[in-house]
């Protein structure tokens, strides 16, 4: 098991031919494990938050890695930068800005993803950006009469819900019905 194999030490494993973990190293496991001399055969499952905050090395070194909560965006790209052999499963729960940002620097750790939330709501030119990803993200958009923008667009169509404080115009309201948003 990782709880045994971690408990270990250089000499005695360094005498094995070949290492495996039976079940799955967490955080503090892969970390040991993965500076041992001996190669060590082992999947890294723990918390998003863990999952980042392991060494790269231990990452590097897993074959699967596994987020057992949702990650941000920074966890995910943690997650997706590793080298190691196998999968990465892992789903992002972010604010809308962050993911924004993740676009526009490096979408890799989102197209990797399995759902991506946004859990504070995109305005409408937020919407946009996320709706430009080639990958279905979950937001619900929040903004002002005056940023509404002049015909409907895949921001306002991949919406699930659209909140609009403040009174609207006959056209701006057009626009709103017109989205073929899912709320």
Do not use: C, M, W
């Not at 000499?11 to 973990?21: R, S, Y």
């Not at 993911?99 to 490096?106: E, P, Y």
């Not at 509404?148 to 919406?159: D, F, I, S, Y």
């Amino acid at each position: 098991t990782a709880t045994n194999i971690a408990a270990s030490s250089n000499p005695f494993l360094t005498k094995a031919g070949t290492v495996t973990v039976s079940d799955t190293a967490n955080k503090t496991q892969a970390n040991t494990i993965a500076a041992f001399d001996q190669a060590v055969t082992y999947n890294l499952k723990d918390t998003a938050a863990n999952i980042a905050a392991a060494n790269a090395v231990a990452r590097n070194e897993a074959v699967n890695i596994i987020s057992e909560t949702d990650a941000t965006y920074a966890e995910a790209k943690a997650i997706s930068d590793a080298s190691n052999s196998g999968t990465n499963t892992y789903n992002v729960d972010d604010s809308a800005a962050a993911l924004v940002a993740g676009i526009s620097t490096d979408s890799t750790a989102l197209l990797g993803a399995g759902a991506i939330t946004a859990d504070v709501n995109p305005n409408f030119a937020q919407a946009l950006v996320l709706a430009g990803l080639s990958k279905n993200i979950i937001y619900n958009i929040s903004d002002t009469p005056g940023n509404l923008p002049a015909t409907v667009n895949q921001g306002l169509h991949e919406a699930v819900n659209i909140s609009v404080s403040g009174d609207v115009t006959y056209a701006q309201g057009k626009v709103l019905d017109d989205a073929n948003n899912s709320g």
